[in-house]
Structure formats: C-alpha cells, structure tokens
C-alpha cells in the first residue's frame, strides 16, 4: 500500500509507523437523531466517549463526519486519523464540565498573544507582520470594542485588563463545540485572536493559517527549511484543516 502524506508525516516524527491498534469489530455505521442532538452507531451500538458518557452532537453534519471517519477505518482503528471525533469527545468529557478553566487558559493566551509581538526589522518582515495582523486587532476593536497594544520585541507587556475581561466574557459565551474548536486553533496558531476571529467566520482558515506563521513562513524564505519541520508543520496543518471544518459543523 502506498504511504500517505500523513502516514508520512507520523513517521517522521515517531521513528516508526506500526502501532498496537484494535481491531475493526463493526461492520456498519450509522447516525441517529437523540435527546441533544444527533449520535453515531456502530451496528446498532451507540459510540460513546472515553470517559462512556453519551455521545450526542449538535448537527447532522458534524455526525456524518464522524460516522465517515469511523467508516474509513479499515483493519484496525487508528485514532489518530478520526480528528473531528477527537474534537467532539473532548467537548463532551473535557469542556464541557470545566468550561471556566479553558476560558481562562484562552484569555491567558491572548494576554500573551502572537499578534501583539511585532518585529523592528527588517522593514519586509515588519510590513508582513502587519499585513497579517492588524486587521486581526481592527477586527477585535470592531466586533468587541476593545484594543490590543502592540509592542516591539519578545518582552512580555500587560494588556489592558478591560480588554481581556471582555474576551473572557465573549469566550464564556461560546459552547462547549464552538470553546473546543477555538481552543485547538488558538494551540496550533499560538493566538486567541485569531482564533476567535476564525470561528466567528471573520478569516478565512488560509488566511488564518498565513497570519499565523507569518514569521515562520519569513524564516524559511530566507534560510529554507527541512524535513523534519516539513513534517511537524503537514500534521498541525492537516489538524487545524479538520478544526476548520468542525467549526463549520458546529
């Protein structure tokens, strides 16, 4: 069988390919309208999370995408390919009952966020920087009134606590699906902002992703990259693509 991208990728990173998987044990799946929303069934059983809490979603779509997934298992069951499931069990077991832990891990993100950290030179880095950033912060004071101060260099610098207060608050809104999704784009883009600009649909995800390595992108231009990195750059993209389109699901 020929070796996929991603299985590629894995490799690279794990020096090896062949797990302990379990086994296929089903022979169809299928969704099912339920009390919350919509569930997956594997021959009639009803998938549950691994913590067995029950496994409802809020759309059709974002079941169907999970049945799909489970469905392209083939031998063995390999977790690590059924992203949009991950996602959705980490809301039921995970956000769900600690919602104000990850509200406040987020806001501590943007306190430190990626776009507020600006580089003095050179003047093509500078100008790429703000291409890809500002109207990250312009969005922000438009849709939440508040502003973001920018600052030159690494060195950590306060924001104004009305604005992050507000954050939280926007960020508390959200539900336990929408919360999960911003929380994976902001772990694999290093940004709060972006995140939540992301899934507000204010950024498409090519942009987002191009803001978000906007610097590194300057890096390779200029000094080139290898494999390695290569590899660690296709899982995060192919993960924050199956975020994307959770957050369309949600």
């Not at 430190?112 to 890809?132: I, K, M, T």
């Not at 207060?165 to 809104?173: D, F, G, H, R, V």
Request: hydrophobic share 40%; aromatic share 6%; charged share 30%.
């Amino acid at each position: 069988m020929t070796e996929t991208e991603d299985q590629r990728a894995e490799r690279l990173l794990t020096g090896r390919i062949d797990r302990k998987l379990p086994r296929r044990f089903y022979k169809q799946v299928t969704t099912c309208e339920c009390e919350g929303g919509f569930d997956i069934r594997l021959d009639d059983r009803i998938v549950k999370t691994p913590l067995k809490r029950p496994f409802a979603v809020p759309s059709h779509d974002m079941a169907r995408a999970i049945a799909a997934e489970w469905d392209a298992q083939e031998t063995h069951i390999n977790p690590s390919t059924m992203i949009i499931t991950r996602l959705a069990n980490t809301a039921v077991d995970r956000v769900r009952e600690d919602e104000a832990r990850i509200v406040a891990e987020l806001t501590g993100f943007a306190a430190s966020d990626l776009v507020c950290y600006r580089a003095g030179s050179p003047d093509p880095l500078v100008e790429r920087q703000s291409l890809h950033w500002d109207p990250v912060l312009d969005w922000v004071k438009a849709t939440h009134g508040v502003q973001f101060v920018c600052v030159e260099g690494i060195v950590h610098h306060a924001q104004p606590e009305t604005s992050l207060a507000t954050i939280s608050q926007a960020l508390t809104a959200e539900d336990e699906f929408r919360l999960t999704a911003i929380h994976n784009v902001t772990t694999l883009t290093g940004s709060t902002l972006i995140a939540m600009m992301t899934a507000a649909g204010a950024i498409s995800g090519e942009d987002a992703w191009a803001a978000a390595h906007a610097d590194e992108d300057w890096q390779i231009e200029q000094w080139g990259s290898d494999e390695e990195a290569e590899a660690r750059r296709a899982v995060r993209k192919r993960d924050f693509d199956a975020t994307m389109q959770f957050i369309r699901m949600c």
